[in-house]
């Protein structure tokens, strides 16, 4: 057929930065990001607050990345303070302007 893994690579390229795509892992960062400064709005006492911190017991014994650890990782890698997450306009706003 002619066509070669590099060149569907290249073309894949090509056509995000024409189309100004986010590459996925921006985009996944980004919702992990929204998720969190919605959970961190709620109130103390809500469900969805305790899930920040939920830790799972783990059937081996290695230490795993959780949620929170991404989340941090996240905010670090695009400039952010979690304490912005408590003002939902700045907080979005930074988010969506982030090129990570």
Same mark, same amino acid.
């Given at each position: 057929?002619?066509?070669?893994?590099?060149? !569907? %690579? /290249? %073309?894949?390229? !090509?056509?995000? @930065?024409?189309?100004?795509?986010?590459?996925?892992? +921006?985009?996944? #960062? =980004?919702?992990? +990001?929204?998720?969190?400064? *919605?959970? &961190? /709005? =709620? *109130? $103390?006492? @809500?469900?969805? &607050? *305790?899930? !920040?911190?939920?830790? +799972? =017991?783990?059937? $081996?014994?290695?230490?795993? =990345?959780?949620?929170? $650890?991404?989340?941090? $990782? @996240?905010?670090?890698?695009?400039? +952010?303070?979690? #304490? @912005?997450?408590?003002?939902?306009? &700045?907080?979005?706003? /930074?988010? &969506?302007?982030?090129?990570?």
């Amino acid at each position: 057929m002619g066509v070669n893994f590099g060149a !569907i %690579c /290249r %073309c894949g390229f !090509i056509l995000r @930065d024409e189309m100004c795509l986010e590459p996925v892992s +921006l985009m996944f #960062k =980004k919702g992990r +990001l929204r998720w969190f400064g *919605h959970a &961190k /709005r =709620k *109130h $103390d006492n @809500d469900w969805v &607050k *305790h899930c !920040i911190t939920l830790v +799972l =017991k783990e059937l $081996d014994r290695r230490q795993k =990345k959780t949620w929170l $650890d991404c989340v941090k $990782d @996240d905010a670090e890698s695009l400039g +952010l303070s979690q #304490k @912005d997450a408590q003002y939902r306009n &700045k907080w979005r706003r /930074r988010i &969506k302007g982030a090129t990570g």
